[in-house]
């Protein structure tokens, strides 16, 4: 069975610092895919990056970037200069890319908190 | 308006009652899910449906049912609400595997919050 871990509960950060969450999953499948959503408090689930297993390449959007690791099944996330808006829930997610179509199976969650 | 619509958005009910959570989705999505939310745990898939034909039990569907009444219609019920059922619901939708120019990212509700007494 797949599963992910987000060993961090919560983090807080003074504004502009930077920030990485942490996510490890588990998997039997050679084939999966990597999804990281948003939460902020008003409570929507907002998509921010998928990543298949066979693209190891890091991946920088803005003050966003993630790092996969296939050989330590890691999927970091890293918020640089974090601002107050980046306050949120953080959900690291993996599906399994055939039979099961794209059921996600998500992490605990990581909250950050960000201080002005 | 939004493309995935829950309702009710917040549901207070008392134990052994019944109640219905609805989704309805402008995306023209054949995929839907249920998912709950419960803090620490993350979200876990309750239900999901392929087509309108296909209704598939998820890792906690034990205490809860769905009807899946047309494409665009996803309904949970829960038959005789029990106190832990107290949760954020979402319903989900998604048009097909990763793909080519598919992202296979689930398009969530804004969830429906139901707290049972």
Redesign the interface.
């Not at chain 2, 939708?93 to 398009?107: C, I, M, V, Y």
């Given at each position: 069975a797949q599963k992910?871990t987000?060993a961090q509960?919560e983090i807080s950060v003074v504004e502009k610092e930077d920030v990485t969450l942490d996510c490890v999953y588990e998997t039997r499948d050679t084939t999966y895919?990597l999804?990281w959503y948003k939460q902020p408090p008003s409570?929507?689930?907002v998509?921010l990056i998928?990543r298949?297993s066979f693209d190891e390449q890091n991946e920088i959007s803005g003050r966003y970037s993630w790092n996969f690791q296939k050989s330590t099944s890691s999927f970091n996330f890293t918020i640089t200069a974090s601002q107050v808006v980046d306050s949120a829930v953080y959900?690291c997610?993996l599906?399994e890319?055939v039979a099961a179509?794209?059921?996600?199976?998500?992490?605990?969650?990581t909250r950050v908190l960000v201080k002005p | 308006d939004a493309d995935v619509t829950q309702t009710p958005r917040n549901r207070i009910t008392k134990t052994g009652k019944r109640i219905m959570l609805e989704c309805s989705q402008t995306k023209g999505h054949d995929r839907m899910y249920w998912y709950r939310q419960d803090p620490g745990l993350g979200l876990r898939l309750i239900y999901y449906s392929f087509d309108v034909k296909d209704i598939n039990k998820g890792e906690i569907s034990d205490g809860y049912s769905v009807s899946r009444q047309a494409q665009a219609k996803f309904s949970l019920s829960l038959e005789s609400a029990i106190p832990n059922q107290t949760a954020l619901y979402f319903c989900a939708t998604s048009d097909h595997l990763p793909g080519r120019g598919r992202t296979g990212e689930l398009f969530f509700g804004e969830g429906s919050r139901l707290t049972v007494l």
């Amino acid at each position: 069975a797949q599963k992910v871990t987000q060993a961090q509960t919560e983090i807080s950060v003074v504004e502009k610092e930077d920030v990485t969450l942490d996510c490890v999953y588990e998997t039997r499948d050679t084939t999966y895919y990597l999804f990281w959503y948003k939460q902020p408090p008003s409570g929507e689930l907002v998509f921010l990056i998928r990543r298949n297993s066979f693209d190891e390449q890091n991946e920088i959007s803005g003050r966003y970037s993630w790092n996969f690791q296939k050989s330590t099944s890691s999927f970091n996330f890293t918020i640089t200069a974090s601002q107050v808006v980046d306050s949120a829930v953080y959900f690291c997610a993996l599906s399994e890319a055939v039979a099961a179509g794209n059921k996600l199976t998500f992490g605990g969650g990581t909250r950050v908190l960000v201080k002005p | 308006d939004a493309d995935v619509t829950q309702t009710p958005r917040n549901r207070i009910t008392k134990t052994g009652k019944r109640i219905m959570l609805e989704c309805s989705q402008t995306k023209g999505h054949d995929r839907m899910y249920w998912y709950r939310q419960d803090p620490g745990l993350g979200l876990r898939l309750i239900y999901y449906s392929f087509d309108v034909k296909d209704i598939n039990k998820g890792e906690i569907s034990d205490g809860y049912s769905v009807s899946r009444q047309a494409q665009a219609k996803f309904s949970l019920s829960l038959e005789s609400a029990i106190p832990n059922q107290t949760a954020l619901y979402f319903c989900a939708t998604s048009d097909h595997l990763p793909g080519r120019g598919r992202t296979g990212e689930l398009f969530f509700g804004e969830g429906s919050r139901l707290t049972v007494l």
